[in-house]
């Protein structure tokens, strides 16, 4: 499995579609053993946080097995085994061979492939894999971290075209995106039910003092979020609070800064995973303030999952990936429906619609989700 993000990641609390695919497959007795790659550098400023991060430091639930200048092997149980390199930037062939190696070395018999990183896509014709499988997790084309990588993205997404034996989509655009294939799947993502119901005794200071009712939005404050819609959300509502949990990317520094003289706006910073659900429960409603764009149409917010777990009525901006989701969540037209949506919901919320929002998300757990995953692998392996 090609990652898209590093182990330590998220042994820190980091929580993505990725995580919880390799989470469920793991619990899954029709899987042997798993490598997992750690996310593949792609800059020299990337090889070099990855040699500190993945190869200099250890995990702290592993065991080394393996040590190299440039590569690492972990243990982490008898089913998985973590392959950290820093190969790829300069060598990503070499990259390549050293992954065939590590797992002839483990023993692997027939081997699957699953990537979720499209840029190693190109070099996978050498592991002599059955099955070939692409999980799309947004269109990484119209991410603004990756617009450097264009040239090499297309080329990627190509070879996924005309090579993957399945592909995996979070949304129905990107099952247009690959052409319709009729190897292409759109598996929305999920919500793992039992950690966002579970009870909470206390609640950290940081969320406990904020004044209720409290409009809150969890993840990234990233280039997607529109902050001019906070604002707006903010100044229409000034007995409520807009809670903002989650790291603001530098390039949203000054929009941020510029809503330090609203006195309802509260931005909490970074929460791990462990602690997410803690901060959902006391959210009086969550919203998802996505701009208008290419890339928000190509992804579906696992935190829509996270919300209606948690029996929270749901706000979202137009093209934010709800298809799958209709009649749960509201999506607004303008900044003033969205506030109109926001003022309805909550006037009309009770006990029963939050009971309704946790029966009806159950279909949506992880282990259902990844279960399909394995019926179309058994499929095409039989």
């Not at 950690?195 to 409290?214: E, G, S």
């Amino acid at each position: 499995m090609f990652n898209m993000s590093g182990y330590s990641e998220w042994e820190e609390g980091v929580s993505n579609r990725n995580y919880h695919v390799l989470q469920q497959l793991l619990h899954n007795e029709q899987v042997g053993k798993i490598l997992a790659v750690d996310y593949l550098p792609l800059s020299f400023k990337r090889t070099l946080r990855n040699y500190k991060e993945n190869i200099t430091l250890n995990l702290k639930n592993g065991q080394v097995v393996k040590r190299k200048l440039t590569n690492k092997v972990t243990k982490i149980s008898d089913k998985l085994y973590i392959y950290s390199d820093v190969n790829f930037f300069l060598k990503p062939k070499t990259t390549l061979n050293n992954v065939k190696k590590v797992a002839l070395d483990l023993n692997f018999g027939d081997v699957v492939v699953w990537s979720f990183f499209p840029f190693v896509m190109p070099y996978l014709n050498t592991l002599g894999q059955k099955l070939t499988i692409f999980e799309a997790v947004d269109n990484w084309l119209n991410h603004s971290s990756y617009q450097k990588h264009k040239t090499r993205l297309t080329e990627a997404y190509d070879i996924v075209k005309n090579q993957a034996d399945l592909i995996f989509t979070v949304s129905q655009n990107l099952v247009h995106f690959f052409d319709d294939q009729p190897n292409v799947y759109w598996i929305p993502n999920g919500v793992d039910l039992k950690h966002y119901t579970q009870k909470f005794a206390l609640f950290n200071r940081d969320i406990a003092d904020v004044p209720k009712p409290i409009i809150g939005y969890i993840g990234v404050i990233q280039d997607r979020v529109d902050l001019d819609l906070i604002r707006y959300l903010a100044q229409a509502n000034p007995k409520k609070s807009i809670v903002l949990v989650g790291p603001v990317w530098s390039a949203q520094d000054e929009t941020r800064k510029s809503l330090d003289n609203l006195d309802n706006v509260y931005f909490l910073g970074y929460k791990s995973y462990k602690e997410a659900p803690m901060y959902i429960q006391q959210f009086d409603i969550g919203i998802i303030p996505h701009r208008a764009a290419e890339f928000s149409a190509s992804t579906n917010p696992m935190k829509m999952y996270e919300y209606l777990a948690c029996g929270k009525p749901v706000v979202a901006t137009e093209n934010s990936g709800t298809d799958n989701l209709e009649g749960m969540v509201a999506v607004a037209s303008s900044p003033e429906d969205f506030d109109k949506k926001i003022n309805d919901l909550l006037d009309s919320d009770d006990q029963d619609k939050q009971e309704q929002r946790k029966e009806f998300v159950k279909k949506h757990s992880w282990m259902n989700t990844v279960n399909k995953m394995i019926d179309l692998i058994n499929k095409k392996l039989t």
